[in-house]
């Protein structure tokens, strides 16, 4: 069974500092990666996506992540946090076969002190 | 292009009674996702409606159901209402195509549901 840990709740940076937030999957076969970032009272926007080839994926608004196989991982980074980037962040895992389910990991909260 | 829509925004209920939440998918989408989010967690799949019919499951009992209609929108029906019910539920569809090629959600706002 696939599975999504987002190390810590609560991430707290200053504004222009750098944005880490980490997640580890667990699947048997290399999953579809994805972060979603959720808004107050909004949906889910995408961030950025793995599925094959290059392993350092860009994403909107300055954020990219890297997968890497041998610590299944995907960690999201800014190099220079926003005010603006203060949200909830998902890491979410897909199979490749089975249609759409996606399984979410739980959220990291970015705060972004001025 | 008309994103993914969902009504109402917010509703409040009582235990035991049913709920209909509704999904309008972005034009052209055939396929369509149901999540729980509850306070303080990530969403958990529902299901899952490809062409009108359910196609995959997540770990909810039988009195979570759907449909989806002809012009690809949905229907969330909750049965007997229990306090745990209490969650943002989320709609997403997706674009026609092979599952193995086509990767993106597009998720719509939420409902907000209470059950007192």
């Known amino acids: ?114 | 292009e008309t994103g993914v829509t969902q009504s109402p925004t917010h509703l409040i209920k009582t235990r035991g009674q049913q709920v209909t939440l509704r999904c309008s998918s972005q034009s052209g989408h055939n396929t369509v996702s149901w999540y729980q989010q509850a306070l303080g967690q990530g969403p958990q799949f529902i299901f899952q409606y490809y062409r009108e019919e359910e196609n995959g499951r997540g770990n909810f009992p039988p009195r979570f159901s759907g449909l989806q209609f002809p012009n690809y929108s949905s229907e969330l029906n909750v049965n007997a209402l229990e306090l745990d019910d209490s969650a943002l539920y989320l709609c997403a569809s997706s674009p026609p195509g092979d599952f193995l090629i086509q990767e993106t959600q597009y998720f719509g706002p939420g409902t907000r549901l209470l059950v007192l």
Not at chain 1, 4 to 18: D, F, I, N, R, W
Not at chain 1, 62 to 86: C, Q
Not at chain 1, 93 to 107: D, M, S
């Open chain 1, 1 to 114: 069974a696939q599975s999504v840990t987002q190390l810590g709740s609560h991430v707290s940076v200053s504004e222009g500092a750098l944005v880490l937030l980490r997640c580890n999957y667990s699947s048997s076969v290399p999953p579809y990666l994805f972060w979603y970032v959720q808004y107050p009272n909004q949906g889910l926007q995408l961030l950025l996506k793995y599925t094959t080839g290059a392993t350092l994926v860009k994403g909107i608004n300055g954020f990219e992540a890297e997968f890497k196989k041998s610590e299944t991982s995907f960690h999201l980074t800014k190099p220079s946090a926003h005010m603006s980037d203060a949200a909830e962040y998902f890491c979410a895992v897909r199979a490749h076969t089975g249609g759409f389910k996606t399984i979410f990991g739980a959220g990291t909260r970015l705060f972004v002190k001025a």
